[in-house]
C-alpha cells in the first residue's frame, strides 16, 4: 500500500450539513446517486427476440420490477429505461427493449424503435433462450460487431435448456463473452455483473480524476506528506506525484507540506484551499490542524475513488463494527512494496483494528496477485489503494468480494474509522458519505 493510507471516519455522529440536507433515497439499488449526468453513465442495450427473457433479465439485476415481464411474447413495445449505480462499476443505464424479431406494421414500429437504442448503446447484452439460436441472433452479433460495440451473450431459460456446444466454441473462437442465466430465479447473475465489467469499454472504468475534479481550475489543494523513516529517500510516492499530476492536468495548483507545517501554511496563506489532503499516518493532526470548514481527505481515499470503488469500501469499513476477537482479517497489497520499519499494513492497521475492537484478530497479509479464491474465513479484506493498477483488476477484486458476502474496505478508510474521523474525511464525496452513513440499508442493496 501506499505506506501511508490515508485514513478516515469512523461510526455516525456529525454528517455535514450539505449531506444531511440531501434526500436520503429509499431506493434499494441507490439509483438516486451519485446524481452522475446520463451521458456519463454507461448505456447498457438489452436485446433479443420476443420472450427470450430480457425484461426479466432487468429485473433480475436490478433487484426491481422495472420492466413488465408476461409470457405473451411483445410485451414490451417501448424501450424502457433504469439508471442505477451497478456495483462496483459505477452509473450505468439500462434499456430493456422491444423483442426484434417481430413482423407486421405495429412490430415495424416497435423494433425501428428498438433499433434506435443501437446508437446509443455502449455494451450490449443479447438475449437469446439457451435453445434458441438462428440468423437472428447472428445478423445482431454482427451489426454490433460492425458498430464495434461490445456484446455479451446471455443464454437465459437454462433451466428449460442449454446452448449447444459448438455455439459456445463459436462464440468463444469470435472472442464473445457468454453467460448462463435463468433470470426468475436468479442464477448467473453475478456471473453477468462480472461480464460487463470485463466488456466495460475502458473509458467508463479508469478513474476520471484523483482530485483536480473537487479542487478546479485556478484554485488549490494542500497536500500533508510526512518525511519519516519509512518515506523513500530523494523522492515522493507514487500516489502523491500522481496526484500533484493531476492537479497540473487539471489547470489547478497545489501546496505540499509536512504535517508539521501544516497549521503555519495554513495561516499564511490568503485564501483557503478547496481540499487539503493527507497521508492517514497523520490523519489525526491534520483533522486537529483544518478549519472544519475546509474539506479534508486522504490519499488512500481519493484512491479508493480512483482505482476502486469508494462507495462500496467506505460502507465495507463499518464491518469493522461488526468485528469481534479471533476474526479474520485479509490484508491485501497490490504490489511488494518492501516493509519499513512500523509498517502500516503489517503494524499499524493491525493495531488500530486490535484496539478498536478491544481483542485479538487475526490477520493474512497477501501481496500482488496472491489473492485467495475462497474468501470465505474472512470477516473483512482491507485493500491498499492499488496505485499500480488499473482500476478494472482493483473492480475485479471488489466483486470478488461481493459474490462471496465479505466486505472490503480500504487502508485508509479503516485507519479513518478505528481513529473515529472517517465522516469528515468522506466530507468531499456525499455519495460515499451517504452510503456510509446508511450502512445498514445499504448491506442487502450491495450484493
Ligand atoms: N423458465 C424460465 N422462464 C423465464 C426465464 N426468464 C424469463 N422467463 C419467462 O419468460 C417469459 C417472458 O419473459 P420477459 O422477461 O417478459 O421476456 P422479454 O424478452 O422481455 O419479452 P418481450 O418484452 O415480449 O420481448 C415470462 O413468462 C418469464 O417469466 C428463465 O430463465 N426461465
Ligand atoms: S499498489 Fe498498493 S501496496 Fe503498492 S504502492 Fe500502491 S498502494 Fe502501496
Ligand atoms: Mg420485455
Redesign the pocket.
Known amino acids: 500500500m501506499f505506506r501511508q493510507q490515508a485514513g478516515e471516519e469512523q461510526s455516525g455522529s456529525k454528517l455535514p450539513q450539505s449531506i444531511r440536507d440531501r434526500k436520503m433515497t429509499n431506493d434499494k439499488t441507490i439509483d438516486t446517486f451519485p446524481a452522475s449526468p446520463k451521458g456519463y453513465r454507461l448505456h447498457i442495450g438489452i436485446f ?10 432487468l ?1 433480475a439485476i436490478t433487484r426491481q420490477h422495472v ?10 413495445t417501448d424501450p424502457v429505461e433504469k439508471p442505477m449505480e451497478l456495483l462496483p462499476l459505477g452509473p450505468v443505464l439500462f434499456i ?1 427493449t ?2 426484434i424479431d417481430d413482423a407486421g406494421a405495429l412490430g415495424e414500429l416497435r423494433v425501428e424503435k428498438t433499433r434506435r437504442t443501437f446508437d446509443r448503446t455502449d455494451l450490449a447484452l443479447l ?1 437469446a433462450e439457451a435453445g434458441t439460436w438462428g440468423d437472428f441472433e447472428d445478423q445482431l452479433l454482427q451489426e454490433m460487431a460492425e458498430r464495434r460495440t461490445p456484446v455479451i451473450v446471455v443464454f ?5 435448456g442449454e446452448p449447444s456446444g459448438a455455439l459456445i466454441d463459436r462464440l468463444s473462437a469470435q472472442k464473445v463473452p457468454a453467460v448462463r ?5 436468479g442464477t448467473g447473475i453475478l456471473d453477468l455483473r462480472h461480464a460487463i465489467l470485463d466488456a466495460a469499454p475502458a473509458e467508463f472504468t479508469s478513474g476520471s480524476a484523483i482530485l483536480s475534479d473537487l479542487v478546479g481550475p485556478g484554485e488549490f489543494a494542500v497536500l500533508v506528506v510526512p518525511i519519516d523513516k519509512e518515506a523513500p529517500k530523494g523522492r515522493l510516492i507514487v500516489p502523491q506525484v500522481q496526484s500533484i499530476r493531476d492537479l497540473l492536468d487539471g489547470d489547478a495548483w497545489c501546496l505540499v507540506v509536512k504535517e508539521r507545517e501544516l497549521r503555519a501554511a495554513l495561516q499564511s496563506l490568503a485564501k483557503k484551499p478547496k481540499l487539503v489532503v493527507t497521508d492517514s499516518q497523520a490523519f489525526l493532526k491534520v483533522a486537529a490542524d483544518t478549519p472544519y470548514d475546509v474539506p479534508m481527505t486522504s490519499f488512500s481515499i481519493l484512491f479508493s475513488r480512483f482505482k476502486g470503488d469508494l462507495v462500496t469500501q467506505a460502507v465495507g469499513a463499518r464491518a469493522i463494527d461488526t468485528l469481534r476477537a479471533g476474526d479474520r482479517v485479509l490484508m491485501a497489497e497490490a504490489c511488494a512494496h518492501h516493509p519499513i520499519g512500523e509498517d502500516i499494513g503489517r503494524v499499524k492497521i493491525p493495531r488500530w483494528l486490535t484496539q478498536y475492537v478491544g481483542g485479538r484478530l487475526d490477520f493474512t497479509h497477501v501481496q500482488g496477485h496472491d489473492f485467495p479464491q475462497d474468501l470465505s474465513p474472512y470477516k473483512l479484506v482491507v485493500h491498499c489503494g492499488a496505485c499500480m493498477w488499473n482500476r478494472k483488476e482493483m473492480l475485479s477484486r471488489i466483486l470478488q468480494c461481493r459474490a462471496a458476502g465479505v466486505p472490503i474496505t480500504n487502508y485508509g478508510l479503516a485507519i479513518a474509522f478505528s481513529l473515529g474521523i472517517l465522516e469528515r474525511a468522506l466530507g468531499p464525496f456525499p455519495a460515499a458519505c451517504e452510503a456510509f452513513m446508511s450502512a445498514g440499508a445499504f448491506a442487502e442493496v450491495a450484493r
Open positions: 433479443g427476440r420476443r420472450n427470450a427473457g430480457k425484461s426479466s433479465l429485473n420492466s413488465i415481464v408476461s409470457e405473451l411474447a411483445g410485451t414490451t430493456d422491444a423483442g438475449v437465459n431459460k437454462i433451466d428449460l442465466t435463468n433470470a426468475p430465479a
